[in-house]
C-alpha cells in the first residue's frame, strides 16, 4: 500500500472517529473511568452525579481530588442484566476504541516510514546470550565519531536481554557509501570486576535499509566476553 | 482526570499535571540503573533534590516513613539529584538512611524535562504513567497532605 493511500485512510478514520464523538457524548453520560474523566470538574455537564463526599468541594487548593466513586449511581439496576440500549452503546464504544488502536498502529507504522524511509534507514540492535562473563550496564553508540546513542540498562533490561531478547537501541537515517560504527559497553565482567570494551565496524550503506547486531556473546575457552558486530544483508 | 493545585503555592500552576511523566533513567547510589518508566501500575512519587539543600533531607526523611508504610500498597519512591558536584551528591545521599533508591547521576535534560525550578520538587505519577501532583518546598506539615493524596492515588 503506499504511503499516500494510508495517510488518506488515516485521515478518513480520524474524520470518521471525531465525528462520532459529539453523537456518543449526546447519548450517554460521562465515562466513570478515572483515566477518561474531563479535565476540569467546572467542564463536567450539569446533569453529571454529585461526588458522595459533598465536603470534597471544600477541600483547600492543593488537596488531591478523588474521582467520586458512587457505588449506587454505577452500578446495574436490579435484576442484574444492564438495558439493551446501553449493551448496544457499550459494543459500539469498545468497537470505536478498537479502531482508534489499529488506526494508532497504523500511524505508528507510517511515521516510521515517512521519519525512516528505506533507502536512508539504519537500525541497530542489542543481544546478548548467556551472560556468564559479562552484565551489562550501559552501551554508547558512535556512527561516525559521533554520539548517537547513550543508554543505560536497568537490571530488567538486562535479564530481559539474556532470556533472548533483543533490543533496538537506535533507528537513524545515513547516506549511501561508507560508515563507520563504534560501540563501547559497559557492565561487570569476570570477578565482578568494571568492564569496558569497544567494538567497531566498517560498513557500506546501499539503497536498501541497513541492520546491525551488536551482539555480546560468551567466550568459554577463554573466560571472557565477546563483542561483535554483525552486518545483516 | 482531576487537576491540582500547588500546594506551596496555590497561584503557581505546574504545566506537566495530567500529561505523560517524562522518562528518566538514571544510576544509582548502589550502582543499579533505575528506569521511572518500569514502574507502570505502581505509584511512583519522584523527589527531585540536590546536596546543597537541607530542606530536601526532611522532605527524603517523610518519603521514607510514607514509603515503607505503602510500598506493599504499590508506592515507589524515587530520589533524584539535580546537583552538578556529584561528589557532594553522592556523600549527601550516603548520609541519608533511606530505603528507596537515590539516583545520582540524572541526564542532563531532567531538570528541563521536568520544569525544575527548585529544589526540593516532587511530582506524584500514577499507575497509568500520568503525572497527577506537584510539590514545591517541605514543611513538616505537608507529610500529611502526601498521604492524603498518595492514599487517593493508590486508591485508584
Known amino acids: ?233 | 482526570m482531576p487537576f491540582f493545585a500547588i500546594p506551596a503555592s496555590a497561584v503557581e500552576r505546574y504545566e506537566l499535571v495530567g500529561k505523560p511523566a517524562p522518562d528518566l533513567v538514571a544510576r544509582g547510589l548502589t550502582g543499579e540503573n533505575v528506569r521511572i518508566s518500569e514502574h507502570r501500575g505502581e505509584v511512583v512519587v519522584v523527589s527531585f533534590w540536590s546536596g546543597s539543600c537541607n530542606t530536601c533531607r526532611n522532605q527524603l526523611e517523610a518519603l521514607d516513613r510514607i514509603a515503607r508504610t505503602y510500598a506493599s500498597a504499590g508506592l515507589t519512591v524515587i530520589g533524584v539529584n539535580l546537583d552538578d558536584d556529584l561528589a557532594r551528591a553522592e556523600k549527601f545521599a550516603r548520609a541519608q538512611n533511606v530505603q528507596f533508591p537515590l539516583l545520582i547521576s540524572a541526564p542532563e535534560n531532567t531538570g528541563a524535562d521536568y520544569h525544575i525550578d527548585r529544589v526540593p520538587m516532587m511530582v506524584f505519577v500514577d499507575r497509568a504513567g500520568v503525572l497527577r501532583a506537584a510539590h514545591r518546598e517541605f514543611k513538616s506539615r505537608d507529610e500529611d497532605l502526601y498521604v492524603r493524596e498518595l492514599r487517593t492515588l493508590l486508591n485508584e
Open chain 1, 1 to 233: 500500500m503506499s504511503i499516500n493511500h494510508r495517510l488518506a485512510r488515516a485521515a478518513a478514520w480520524m474524520a470518521c472517529a471525531i465525528l462520532a464523538m459529539p453523537l456518543l457524548a449526546q447519548d450517554q453520560p460521562p465515562p466513570q473511568s478515572s483515566t477518561q474523566a474531563p479535565p476540569d470538574a467546572a467542564a463536567a455537564p450539569a446533569d453529571a452525579t454529585p461526588p458522595a463526599d459533598a465536603s470534597v468541594s471544600d477541600a483547600p487548593a492543593g488537596t488531591l481530588l478523588s474521582e467520586p466513586v458512587d457505588g449506587a449511581a454505577q452500578a446495574p439496576p436490579e435484576g442484574g442484566e444492564p438495558p439493551a440500549d446501553t449493551r448496544a452503546l457499550d459494543e459500539t464504544v469498545q468497537g470505536l476504541k478498537k479502531d482508534v488502536v489499529d488506526l494508532n498502529r497504523e500511524l505508528f507504522m507510517l511515521e516510521e516510514e515517512l521519519l525512516f524511509p528505506a533507502n536512508t534507514q539504519v537500525a541497530v540492535f542489542v543481544s546478548m546470550d548467556i551472560g556468564e562473563f559479562f552484565a551489562i550496564d550501559s552501551l554508547t553508540l558512535k556512527i561516525d565519531n559521533k554520539e548517537v546513542a547513550n543508554y543505560l540498562y536497568t537490571p530488567r533490561e538486562a535479564e530481559a536481554l539474556l532470556k533472548g531478547g533483543v533490543h533496538r537501541v537506535y533507528l537513524g537515517n545515513l547516506k549511501v557509501g561508507e560508515h563507520q560504527l563504534v560501540a563501547f559497553f559497559n557492565g561487570k565482567g569476570p570477578m565482578e570486576r568494571d568492564y569496558k570494551r569497544g567494538a567497531n565496524l566498517k560498513f557500506e550503506k546501499g539503497v536498501g535499509a541497513k541492520y546491525l547486531e551488536l551482539r555480546i556473546t560468551d567466550r568459554q575457552r577463554k573466560g571472557q566476553p565477546e563483542f561483535q558486530i554483525k552486518d545483516w544483508e
